[in-house]
């Protein structure tokens, strides 16, 4: 769920200092929870701007920690936005929250016990 590479490229970054990575992961799983009620609650209520900004927000963090299945579902909801204004899709928002959902629990599993 998430590339090794990206893990690799953190722990050369911090001196091999795995904490980091708990860190990185624990501040992660807080703001893609806070960003994924966001997300719901302005799809809701069709305010696109406010789910634009939170669907890029976290595009961005799940990319920067190698989380590629996430970014690119938030990469697709972001397009649909700019080239649309809108976006009703809620198939792909529930895909979006069961893969955030999963990449939570991966997180916890594998680098947070």
């Given at each position: 769920m998430i590339?090794e590479?990206?893990?690799?490229?953190i722990?050369?970054?911090?001196g091999?200092?795995s904490s980091i990575?708990v860190?990185?992961?624990?501040s992660f799983?807080?703001?893609?929870?806070e960003?994924?009620?966001e997300?719901?609650a302005a799809f809701?209520?069709?305010?696109?701007?406010?789910?634009?900004?939170?669907?890029?927000?976290?595009?961005?963090?799940s990319?920067?920690?190698?989380?590629?299945s996430?970014a690119?579902l938030?990469?697709?909801?972001?397009?649909e936005?700019?080239?649309?204004?809108?976006?009703?899709?809620?198939?792909?928002?529930?895909?979006?929250?069961?893969?955030?959902?999963?990449?939570?629990i991966?997180?916890i599993?594998?680098?947070?016990?």
């Amino acid at each position: 769920m998430i590339k090794e590479a990206t893990i690799q490229q953190i722990l050369e970054l911090s001196g091999g200092d795995s904490s980091i990575l708990v860190e990185l992961f624990e501040s992660f799983n807080n703001d893609a929870a806070e960003l994924q009620e966001e997300i719901v609650a302005a799809f809701e209520k069709h305010d696109y701007k406010a789910l634009k900004s939170s669907i890029h927000t976290l595009k961005g963090l799940s990319g920067t920690i190698g989380a590629t299945s996430v970014a690119e579902l938030c990469y697709n909801i972001d397009l649909e936005l700019k080239n649309s204004g809108a976006f009703t899709d809620e198939n792909a928002l529930q895909q979006l929250v069961e893969e955030n959902e999963k990449l939570k629990i991966y997180i916890i599993d594998k680098y947070l016990k």
